[in-house]
C-alpha cells in the first residue's frame, strides 16, 4: 500500500459520528518510530518476556537517573532584607515568567530534540539558581526569579514526554512518582541542610549564599549530563538496533506515539475544546494553591505550635518521608491496577482532612493534631504526581501532548501564583484564611478528579459500543493520530 492511500483508524472530528471518516495519512503525519521501522511490524525480532524485563531495567537505568533531579532555596526571606508580602511576591514573579513561557516553550519542545532542549533549560536555571548567591537587593532577586521561571517552564512538560516516549501506560505512574518524588526528598534534605546551616556563623558568606551556590552548580552539572547522556527518543539512543526496535514496538499498546516534530494546527485547537483537558487542568490548578504552605510557609506555621526554628526546620523531614512513601506507593498500585485517578482522590480527601486540622483547631494547644494535619496537606503531592501520569496516558498525538503539557504546567503555575498571595502578613500568625482555602481548593480537586474518572468510564463505554468491531488499520499506533481520532484508544482510569 501506499504512504498516500494508508487510512486513519479515525473520523472526522465527530465524537458521535458512528461511521468514521477515513482521510489519508501523509508522510508528515507517521510518527517517527513508524519511519525507524519501516513500517513493517512482521520485520520485528521476537521478544520474549525475560528480554522485555531486561530492556526495560537498561532503559531504567539510563532515563529515570537523569530524570531525579531538585533545586532548594531557604533562608531567603531573612538575609535579604525583604519583608512578608515582598517574599510573597518573589514566588509570584517567578510562577507569572514560569506561565508565560509555558505555551513558547511548549512549541520549541514540538520542534527541538527533546532531551537536549531539556538540557540546556537546566543548565540555565542552574546558572539563575547559583546566581542568586550574590543577589543581595529586591532588583536583582527578582529579576533572577523572573530568568528562572523562564527556564523551568520546560521541566516538568519535558520530563512527561520523556516518560510517554519510553514506558508503556501501566509503567508510566511508577516512573512519573520517581521524578515527582524530587519534590518530596527535595524537601528532607532542604530541612536537614537548614537545620545545619541554622548552626553556621561565618561573616564571609551567609548560609542561604552557600545553598543556592552549591545546589545551583549541582544542577549545571546535571544539566550537561543530560545533554551528553540522555537520548532524545529511543531511535537515537545508544541500544542496539533490536532493542530499539523492541523499545519502539513495546509501546504500540500505548496508542500515543513517540515523537513527530511536524506542528498540527487542528491538534492544538482539538485540544482546547477537548473535556479531559480542562477538567484536568482545574484539578491541577486547585491542587496546586496549597502548595504555597507545602513548598514556603510549613516551617513559618510549625513554629506558632511552639517549636523552635531549627526545630520547626526539622519537622520538614518527617513530612518529606510521609509524601515519598505515599508517591511510590501510590504509583506503584497506580499503574498495576489502573487506578490513577481513584487514588488521586483518595489523596485530595485526606489533604482536605488535614486542612480542616490546621483550620478549625484552636489556636492554643492540640499540636499533635496540627502536626497530623500539616502531614496530611502534603497528600495533595501524590495525587499531583497522578494527576501528571494521566498526561503521558491518555492524551495522544504529539502536537496535542505538547499543547496540554503546556495548559497543565500553565494550571500549575495559576495555582502557585494564587496560593502565597493568600499567606498575607495582616493573617500572621495563623494565617486562617489560607488554611480554609486549602480545605476549599483541596475538596475541589478532588471533585473534579472524580469527573474526570466518570467522563473516561462513559468515553470508553461508548467507544466499546459504537467501535467495538473497528477493524485494525496496521500500524496506526504510530499515524500520529489524537485519542479522539483514533476509536482503537481506551482511556486509562
Not at 537587593?137 to 520523556?162: D, K, M, N, Q
Not at 506515539?257 to 473535556?275: A, H, M, T, W
Not at 491542587?287 to 513548598?295: H, Q
Request: net charge neutral; with cysteine.
Amino acid at each position: 500500500m501506499e504512504l498516500d492511500q494508508l487510512p486513519k483508524a479515525g473520523y472526522s472530528h465527530d465524537d458521535h459520528d458512528p461511521e468514521p471518516a477515513k482521510p489519508t495519512v501523509k508522510a508528515s503525519d507517521l510518527d517517527a518510530a513508524l519511519q525507524f521501522i519501516n513500517y513493517d511490524a512482521n520485520d520485528m525480532p521476537p521478544m520474549s518476556e525475560d528480554d522485555e524485563r531486561r530492556l526495560v531495567r537498561k532503559i531504567d537505568l539510563s532515563i529515570v537517573p537523569l530524570m531525579f533531579n531538585y533545586a532548594n532555596i531557604m533562608g531567603l526571606q531573612q538575609d535579604t532584607n525583604i519583608n512578608g508580602n515582598q517574599f510573597s511576591q518573589l514566588a509570584l514573579v517567578f510562577y507569572v515568567s514560569y506561565l508565560v513561557f509555558e505555551f513558547p516553550t511548549g512549541y520549541l519542545m514540538q520542534i527541538l530534540p527533546t532531551a537536549k532542549y531539556l538540557g540546556a533549560n537546566i543548565i540555565c536555571w542552574g546558572i539563575m539558581v547559583a546566581c542568586t548567591a550574590v543577589a543581595r537587593s529586591w532588583g536583582p532577586l527578582v529579576a533572577l526569579r523572573v530568568l528562572l521561571g523562564c527556564f523551568e517552564a520546560a521541566v516538568a512538560p519535558a520530563l512527561i514526554l520523556i516518560t510517554a516516549m519510553w514506558y508503556k501506560k501501566s509503567e508510566q505512574p511508577l516512573r512519573v512518582g520517581i521524578w515527582y518524588l524530587g519534590t518530596s526528598i527535595g524537601q528532607m534534605v532542604g530541612s536537614a541542610t537548614s537545620f545545619g546551616f541554622q548552626h553556621y556563623k561565618g561573616s564571609t558568606f551567609k548560609s542561604w549564599q552557600i545553598m543556592f551556590l552549591v545546589f545551583g552548580l549541582i544542577t549545571i552539572a546535571l544539566g550537561v549530563l543530560i545533554v551528553l547522556i540522555m537520548p532524545d527518543n529511543p531511535m537515537v539512543s545508544r541500544l542496539s538496533e533490536t532493542e530499539k526496535k523492541w523499545a519502539i514496538s513495546r509501546l504500540r499498546e500505548n496508542m500515543t506515539g513517540i515523537e513527530n516534530r511536524s506542528f498540527k494546527r487542528y491538534q492544538v485547537i482539538e485540544c482546547l475544546r477537548d473535556p479531559q483537558t480542562w477538567i484536568l487542568s482545574m484539578a491541577v490548578l486547585a491542587s496546586d494553591i496549597p502548595n504555597g504552605f507545602t513548598s514556603t510557609y510549613s516551617s513559618t506555621v510549625i513554629k506558632t505550635f511552639g517549636f523552635t526554628s531549627e526545630v520547626s526546620a526539622l519537622m520538614g523531614i518527617p513530612s518529606g518521608a510521609f509524601t515519598s512513601i505515599l508517591i511510590i506507593a501510590s504509583s506503584s498500585l497506580a499503574g498495576k491496577y489502573n487506578i490513577r485517578g481513584w487514588l488521586s482522590v483518595g489523596f485530595l480527601v485526606f489533604s482536605t482532612i488535614g486542612s480542616c486540622l490546621l483550620s478549625f483547631l484552636p489556636a492554643n494547644g492540640y499540636v499533635a493534631g496540627k502536626m497530623a494535619g500539616t502531614y496530611l496537606t502534603s497528600c495533595n503531592s501524590p495525587s499531583l504526581a497522578l494527576m501528571y501520569s494521566y498526561a503521558s496516558a491518555n492524551f495522544s498525538g504529539h502536537t496535542k501532548k505538547v499543547t496540554l503539557n503546556a495548559i497543565l504546567l500553565a494550571s500549575f503555575c495559576i495555582g502557585n501564583i494564587i496560593g502565597p498571595l493568600t499567606f498575607r502578613d495582616k493573617d500572621k500568625p495563623e494565617y486562617i484564611p489560607a488554611k480554609i482555602a486549602m480545605v476549599i481548593t483541596n475538596a475541589f480537586s478532588a471533585l473534579c478528579m472524580f469527573a474526570l474518572i466518570m467522563y473516561y468510564k462513559r468515553e470508553n463505554r461508548r467507544r466499546d459500543r459504537v467501535y467495538g468491531g473497528l477493524e485494525h488499520v496496521e500500524n496506526s499506533e504510530f499515524f500520529n493520530l489524537t485519542d479522539r481520532e483514533n476509536m482503537e484508544f481506551r482511556y486509562s482510569l
